[in-house]
């Protein structure tokens, strides 16, 4: 059964950067791995996804693009999330997934098949 493992997450002032890993427990190649979001009270939200071999665009949500960075690391099974100037509002739960088909549009969680166990991101001055 594939195994994902998030790190990376804590407290930090707005404006600061974490760096968020996913280590999967085979080959990325032929998986999407994706990052959500869920708030205190809200439903999963897709923040970013990647395919693991295909070189197509990731996706980014909104409140995304520009400020964080999907990117893996094929030899060591690892999905990264680079989030730079952090908001209030990015503070959550962020887990990875993965599942079968990318996407250039937010997907719902449904989408994904396996899952991490989350890291806590918190935002706060």
């Known amino acids: 059964q594939l195994q994902l493992v998030e790190s990376g997450g804590g407290l930090v002032q707005p404006g600061g950067s974490l760096r968020l890993s996913c280590e999967v427990s085979e080959s990325l190649d032929r998986y999407c791995i994706g990052w959500f979001r869920q708030g205190p009270g809200t439903v999963r939200v897709d923040v970013s996804s990647?395919?693991?071999?295909?070189?197509?665009?990731?996706y980014y949500s909104d409140s995304a693009k520009g400020r964080f960075t999907i990117s893996r690391d094929n030899a060591k099974n690892v999905v990264y999330l680079q989030m730079n100037n952090l908001k209030l509002e990015d503070t959550g739960v962020y887990y990875c997934?993965?599942?079968?088909?990318?996407?250039?549009?937010?997907?719902?969680?449904?989408?994904?098949?396996?899952w991490g166990q989350g890291t806590q991101v918190t935002v706060s001055s």
């Open positions: 990647i395919h693991g071999s295909k070189d197509a665009a990731p």
């Open positions: 997934a993965a599942g079968y088909v990318c996407s250039s549009y937010a997907q719902p969680a449904g989408a994904f098949n396996s």
